[in-house]
């Protein structure tokens, strides 16, 4: 099963954001947009969850039209975790993890990815299980809105700037839970400013620039030629 985007443009009431973009995600792959802020990266992940005004072209999943509302999308196994790390501030983090439990649908013979496997993977979550999310650091709601989205049991992550503004320690935090959630076959649409932490956990590599795709390139060929990449993520000083 894949996720697809096939010539998709998006719409913002009369503005046209992105045009005819084209990405496949494959299971347990990582697949990484890059592009410089406003090119139409947050808003190809917001096309695929139903969240902008109007679409053209295809989105499907496993071959079959993915449409309807948001929570829709999310029972069918494709899940956002926004750059504003929108957790429920008046939960507790075990109540935030337990929301995602009962929300997820699991497929046959699919086995769970249970909340002790994120405590093991974040354990500084573990320390803070009976806390108020909303009183939590901007780091550690990082962490807590992955570790709800790895409990839904996706089958697709679509992972907006995960790591911006976060310390090193958390960075490596985020890092490692993407590696670990290829390892389990989901597949993950990662947008995302670091070229470096993006070639060190990429698949696959398209830029986008103006709401198009400019560039695509596959792992060795990107680490290869971070340059190219580099060229594209520079802003051009006259």
Do not use: W
């Not at 894949?2 to 299971?27: C, F, K, W």
């Not at 917001?46 to 829709?72: C, F, N, Q, Y």
């Not at 649908?105 to 405590?119: G, L, Y």
């Not at 597949?187 to 830029?207: C, K, M, N, R, Y």
């Amino acid at each position: 099963m894949t996720l697809d985007l096939l010539n998709v443009s998006a719409y913002y009431g009369m503005s046209q954001i992105l045009h005819g973009v084209s990405v496949s995600v494959q299971p347990g792959k990582v697949t990484c947009l890059l592009g410089l802020n406003g090119m139409g990266k947050t808003t190809t992940l917001r096309s695929i969850m139903g969240l902008v005004d109007r679409i053209e072209g295809e989105i499907r999943l496993g071959g079959s039209a993915l449409s309807g509302p948001t929570h829709k999308r999310g029972r069918q196994g494709v899940t956002l975790v926004p750059e504003d790390r929108k957790v429920f501030a008046g939960l507790t983090v075990r109540e935030n993890l337990e929301v995602a439990v009962s929300c997820r649908s699991m497929a046959e013979n699919q086995e769970p990815i249970t909340i002790d496997q994120m405590v093991r993977q974040f354990p500084k979550l573990g320390e803070r299980m009976t806390q108020k999310a909303g009183t939590l650091s901007g780091g550690e709601q990082q962490m807590l809105v992955v570790a709800r989205a790895m409990v839904a049991n996706p089958k697709f992550i679509l992972l907006d700037e995960p790591t911006e503004g976060l310390a090193p320690s958390y960075v490596e935090a985020i890092r490692a839970s993407i590696l670990d959630a290829r390892k389990q076959g989901i597949g993950i649409l990662l947008v995302e400013q670091s070229l470096p932490l993006a070639l060190s956990v990429g698949d696959t590599f398209h830029v986008m620039e103006n709401g198009s795709i400019v560039l695509s390139m596959q792992g060795d060929e990107a680490r290869s030629n971070v340059q190219k990449i580099q060229a594209l993520l520079t802003i051009g000083v006259d």
